[in-house]
């Protein structure tokens, strides 16, 4: 039997390359899956190549109302919601602290930390209402040390981290588990892409070549985890860090000949 059946899934950024990568992957399973995003065009597009048990709704994570919209539409449409992944989030446009304007930083962590702060906070009495379920908060292989140039986005993930481990001792009484997942370089636009207002992309400052795995990672390497972590199999798995990156915060895997 499916690991999702009969439980309803919200991803938000759910038309993104991951964020459409994990709902694909809990659809599969059996879930039904709530597909939030700002863009109406792809989400709605998403939701009818899925088909049953699939429904769009427009989803802005700064604004607490949009928030409960969403919420009570997952409600609505499939009677409960059982799991939170707080997908959606942007990267600003490289630039050192002292040439990072007011207006990138607050947008920045608007999205990536309160975004993600709302979601939590209008899901955990829905949760709770369905007897307990879980959340994943997205981050990244950024909120485990410093970046130059991405101050807005680092921070922004580093709190994610806290914030995290604050709503894991807050719910975990009430049957509701909440994690951490840290992708690193996954093949995705958002880093194959220029952030708005830039003109390089996150790809170009990126080789695989050095990582223990050479390789760029999927977003379906995300999703499989994503799906653990989700799933009653990881039900004693709270507060807890998730790394997938191919090995590249363990520094570079020297090439040397046998001996």
Not at 187 to 208: K, L, R, W
Not at 217 to 235: I, M, N, Q, W, Y
Request: hydrophobic share 45%.
């Amino acid at each position: 039997m499916p690991r999702f059946d009969n439980q309803t899934v919200l991803v938000t950024g759910g038309t993104g390359g991951q964020g459409a990568s994990h709902v694909r992957a809990f659809h599969a399973e059996g879930a039904n899956v709530v597909i939030g995003d700002i863009d109406a065009e792809r989400g709605a597009a998403l939701a009818a190549e899925l088909g049953t048990r699939a429904h769009f709704i427009r989803l802005d994570v700064t604004d607490e109302s949009s928030w409960c919209a969403a919420v009570l539409a997952a409600e609505s449409a499939f009677g409960a919601l059982n799991v939170l992944v707080n997908n959606a989030g942007v990267q600003n446009p490289p630039a050192p602290i002292e040439k990072t304007d007011q207006a990138t930083w607050s947008r920045i962590l608007d999205i990536n930390l309160t975004g993600t702060f709302l979601g939590i906070k209008v899901a955990a009495p829905a949760l709770r209402r369905a007897g307990g379920g879980a959340i994943v908060n997205i981050a990244s292989t950024m909120s485990l040390g410093g970046t130059a140039h991405y101050a807005p986005y680092v921070a922004s993930k580093w709190a994610v981290r806290g914030l995290t481990r604050t709503a894991a001792l807050e719910l975990g009484r009430d049957n509701i588990r909440v994690n951490t997942i840290h992708p690193g370089v996954i093949a995705t636009s958002f880093i194959h892409e220029p952030a708005v207002g830039a003109t390089v992309a996150i790809a170009d400052f990126y080789s695989p070549e050095p990582f223990a795995i050479p390789r760029l990672g999927e977003p379906t390497d995300v999703s499989r985890l994503l799906l653990f972590l989700t799933s009653s199999d990881a039900s004693f798995i709270t507060g807890s860090e998730y790394v997938i990156d191919g090995g590249l915060l363990l520094g570079p895997a020297l090439q040397t000949e046998a001996a």
